[in-house]
T-cell receptor, first 113, second 113 residues
Framework: DQQVKQNSPSLSVQEGRISILNCDYT??????FLWYKKYPAEGPTFLISISSIKDKNEDGRFTVFLNKSAKHLSLHIVPSQPGDSAVYFC????????????FGQGTRLTINP | NAGVTQTPKFRILKIGQSMTLQCAQD?????MYWYRQDPGMGLKLIYYSVGAGITDKGEVPNGYNVSRSTTEDFPLRLELAAPSQTSVYFC????????????FGSGTRLTVV
């Protein structure tokens, strides 16, 4: 019973182009969605979030889109840079309180020069 | 500004041994969490705490115990280690509002042999 799914284990993108990472969820009670970035041997770092009352949130090169009817969110990175190479996790909260996050499996993004 | 500090970074345990993973945060966050990450998987919640003296089980609590005697510290205890507990363990803290996300520690890589 995986409530948050990232169906692409890996993604390879040319430097300077757009990276699009996708995430699907099953529980309509989630009210907040977040993206985390993780480098090897480090903990995940918070990247960007979006409330369920919005459909878009931007922060510099990063934009998250939320499509509630499809239960789908995506992270756009424009332009992609070599330092963006990492594993990206989407996460959702709002079910059962206490700000608990449910994580997807992660997508490994590789930016090629 | 240490953030979330986890010790040790690496540990090898024999089956049946016990150990405590330490976690401390200096941001005065009320919420603290323990997650584990298995290879190719997302993070799964083990235990969480909403404040000193209050703890509760997450998705995968079996074989673990926690305590929260102070706001700063949230140790995770493994009793009778089993190979299935081989994983990377992450501690995290949060001020509450999901727009800020969690702050994660750098993780403890545990191998049970």
């Amino acid at each position: 019973d995986q409530q948050v799914k990232q169906n692409s284990p890996s993604l390879s993108v040319q430097e300077g182009r757009i990276s699009i990472l996708n995430c699907d969820y099953t529980n309509s009670m989630f009210d907040y969605f977040l993206w985390y970035k993780k480098y090897p041997a480090e903990g995940p770092t918070f990247l960007i979030s979006i409330s369920s009352i919005k459909d878009k949130n931007e922060d510099g090169r990063f934009t998250v889109f939320l499509n509630k009817s499809a239960k789908h969110l995506s992270l756009h990175i424009v332009p992609s840079q070599p330092g963006d190479s990492a594993v990206y996790f989407c996460a959702a909260s709002g079910v059962q309180g206490a700000q608990k996050l449910v994580f997807g499996q992660g997508t490994r993004l590789t930016i090629n020069p | 500004n240490a953030g979330v500090t986890q010790t040790p970074k690496f540990r090898i345990l024999k089956i049946g041994q016990s150990m405590t993973l330490q976690c401390a945060q200096d941001m005065n966050h009320n919420y603290m969490y323990w997650y584990r990450q298995d290879p190719g998987m997302g993070l799964k919640l083990i235990y969480y705490s909403v404040g000193a003296g209050i703890t509760d089980k997450g998705e995968v609590p079996n074989g673990y115990n926690v305590s929260r005697s102070t706001t700063e510290d949230f140790p995770l205890r493994l009793e009778l280690a089993a190979p299935s507990q081989t994983s990377v363990y992450f501690c995290a803290s949060s001020p509450g509002p999901m727009s800020y996300g969690y702050t994660f520690g750098s993780g403890t890589r545990l191998t049970v042999v």
